[in-house]
């Protein structure tokens, strides 16, 4: 189907802010750094089951990046999640072109992105073991001393997805994983999986996940990258060891 008549604009995303982007709009980042990690969140918010196309372009000479987001009615979707190194491009872009009514809420992730936190929510992590709520559009921030510490994620019922970030590195942690929940996360360019980023699903048991992490003195990030109802009942918790 073609899209009826639409007003193209441009959304300047240098802040990396969680935006709602629509039918012919291009928002464009030109702040992305070297030696930095980069996350596209794009959840399905047009409140109906239709997939949406979005654009992914971050390089002149290879061509963009098309995403499916799976359509939700309610927009109670996951994230689909794009991995764009800094070391690749210093601008990246995401449009919507002959999709009707269509409508995605996307923001940036990384140890820096966002800058502009308007519609997130930004906190500390404590590193005193108390577990703390991990609800859609959190983002966690801490830096660890140079000593150990334990990260425990945990969701009792539901699949529930973050990703930690560190500089370069991110890791994607699945608690109660399902099948084919890889297929929502998206490298493009040099990002290679075990070498950029890591998935790392629960076992057992498989309602929580406990890593062990080693400080050095630079900030880490951990970001919700699910749907509110599967959010609910999630926690993080960091614990000086």
């Known amino acids: 189907m073609v899209a009826s008549q639409i007003e193209l604009t441009t959304i300047n995303w240098n802040g990396g802010q969680r935006i709602t982007l629509q039918n012919g709009q291009t928002a464009t980042c030109s702040g992305l750094h070297l030696g930095q990690l980069y996350a596209i969140f794009l959840y399905n918010s047009a409140r109906n089951d239709k997939n949406t196309p979005v ?14 987001v799976p359509g939700t009615t309610a927009n109670e979707g996951l994230a689909s999640l794009v991995l764009v ?5 210093n601008t990246v872009s995401v449009s919507i072109t002959n ?9 940036l992730g990384s140890v820096e992105m966002p800058t502009n936190i308007q519609g997130l929510i930004n906190q500390q992590l404590p590193a005193n ?7 859609k559009y959190r983002r966690y921030y ?10 425990t994620i945990q969701s009792n019922i539901k699949q529930f997805i973050s990703v930690q970030f560190q500089q370069s590195k991110a890791t ?6 399902t ?25 057992n ?21 699910d749907s509110q109802q599967d959010s609910q009942e999630a926690t993080i918790k960091l614990q000086s060891l």
């Open 55 to 68: 654009n992914v372009i971050w390089s002149n000479s290879q061509p963009p990046e098309t995403v499916t």
């Open 85 to 89: 190194s800094g070391n690749d491009t």
């Open 99 to 107: 999709t009707d009514a269509a409508s995605i809420d996307c923001w």
């Open 129 to 135: 073991g108390q577990p703390q709520e991990f609800t």
């Open 142 to 151: 801490a830096v660890p001393p140079s000593s150990w510490h334990q990260l």
């Open 172 to 177: 994607v942690y699945i608690v109660n994983p």
């Open 179 to 203: 099948s084919n929940v890889e297929q929502r996360i998206i490298p493009v360019g040099s990002v290679k999986k075990d070498t950029d980023y890591f998935i790392k699903m629960a076992e």
């Open 205 to 225: 048991p498989p309602q929580l996940i406990s890593v062990n992490l080693q400080g050095n003195g630079t900030q880490w990030v951990w970001m919700n990258a």
